[in-house]
């Protein structure tokens, strides 16, 4: 039986003109508040590392935003935009398919889809780098919006080498920015909507939490000693969508891929207790992360988080068992890195076994994420939010931001 999350139970009223369109300049120089054991204190971002523990461990995602938003035109004069979601064939692994040099199935959103008609080819023709391609787009399955990209070189320079489908996109995509920021991406938004250290092409929307970091605030983080690994969780179209049922556990989650190192997995478990994640996509990363050891430990290998399995298994080992799984399982197997998929909801009533704390920004009303921080502070969260919404905060992904640090976190301590 579902458990019950009534979604009134979980809402604010923001103000539209709470929403911020554009970035603060220069990026560290956002609101900072910071919640600890029922007080709340007001700063800027650029002072963060004063009040972070000395032993903390930060946990950034370092996924990149793709140009996401691809359009082409028929020769009617009909636009169809193609929003690439995830990719099918050959492979589902994103980095592999941001290599592909010749095609690529993808799952995608389709916007004019009724004009697009099962076998149509869609055409254009544009310069990447020093090559002249031709693009194509064709539907290889129209009930799942599978769309298959294929580009061949016109003309190119010697020495030949066909571009990556990363390369075609980054010269015909758009850069996805939320729906509610309502406004169309600008040129400045290429680099204000991607985190400093981004590095692994793949998510259609940034993780937000870290756009705020820069590069003194990392020389301030070092010169405290406190040290940082990165995890990847390619974000999805998915954590724009409102949860619109009364109880917000029937909410459908989207799956999300996920990539960790076997450097981090070892940093991760010198680390217990004193991990925070940058993010509430470092947060369902590092999450599913245990659940993947659980996993393990009852002898599946499959790495595949199921929304409501955190609350449907009996065995909850510690951190440090659940990771020592997945190292040993990673040794065995000879690998140096995981990837797997997560759809993993976190709602109040969630015990939390690796985040210690979390910097995030402000959430969207009726979304998973707002419930994601009402099970990370409990029902402080209101009092958090009233307080940022006194006081002047700008919210959402161009937002200000937070340093949480949870009430009901089991992370505390290492058993």
Excluded at 119 to 135: K, Q, W
Excluded at 155 to 184: C, H, M, Q, T, W
């Amino acid at each position: 039986m579902l458990p019950e999350i009534l979604l009134a139970d979980y809402q604010y009223d923001l103000p539209d003109e709470r929403i911020a369109r554009y970035p603060v300049e220069p990026r560290d120089s956002s609101k900072l508040q910071i919640y600890q054991d029922g007080k709340i204190t007001h700063e800027h971002f650029f002072n963060l590392p004063d009040y972070l523990p000395s032993d903390s461990f930060l946990v950034f995602n370092d996924t990149k935003v793709i140009p996401a938003r691809v359009f082409f035109q028929k020769p009617t004069g009909a636009v169809i935009e193609i929003f690439l979601l995830h990719p099918e064939e050959p492979s589902r692994i994103i980095n592999d398919a941001m290599q592909q040099t010749e095609s690529g199935v993808w799952s995608c959103m389709i916007g004019n889809k009724k004009r697009w008609k099962v076998g149509e080819v869609l055409t254009t023709e544009l310069r990447v780098s020093n090559y002249e391609l031709r693009i194509r787009a064709e539907w290889t399955d129209v009930e799942n919006n599978w769309v298959k990209f294929s580009w061949e070189v016109i003309s190119s320079p010697p020495p030949f080498s066909s571009p990556s489908f990363a390369d075609v996109i980054r010269a015909l995509g758009e850069i996805p920015l939320p729906p509610y920021l309502n406004r169309k991406a600008e040129s400045r938004d290429l680099e204000t909507y991607q985190t400093v250290y981004s590095k692994i092409e793949g998510a259609v929307a940034a993780p937000t939490a870290g756009l705020h970091f820069t590069e003194r605030v990392f020389e301030n983080l070092a010169r405290k000693g406190i040290n940082h690994a990165f995890v990847t969780l390619h974000v999805g179209a998915g954590t724009f969508q409102p949860v619109k049922v009364l109880n917000a556990v029937e909410h459908t989650m989207h799956a999300e891929q996920v990539v960790f190192t076997l450097d981090l997995l070892e940093k991760l478990r010198q680390n217990l207790g004193r991990i925070i994640a940058v993010g509430t996509t470092s947060v369902r990363a590092l999450e599913s992360l245990y659940w993947y050891g659980v996993r393990l430990l009852q002898g599946e290998t499959s790495f595949w988080i199921e929304k409501l399995s955190p609350y449907q298994n009996e065995q909850v080992p510690s951190a440090a068992d659940s990771l020592e799984a997945i190292l040993s399982y990673m040794k065995v197997q000879n690998l140096k890195e995981l990837v797997g998929e997560t759809e993993i909801m976190i709602f109040p009533g969630y015990e939390f076994k690796l985040c210690k704390g979390l910097i995030t920004n402000y959430h969207q009303p009726n979304s998973t994420l707002m419930l994601l921080i009402a099970a990370f502070v409990g029902p402080d969260w209101r009092k958090i939010y009233e307080e940022a919404l006194a006081n002047e905060y700008r919210f959402l992904s161009y937002g200000d931001s937070s340093l949480l640090f949870g009430n009901n976190s089991s992370a505390t301590s290492v058993k």
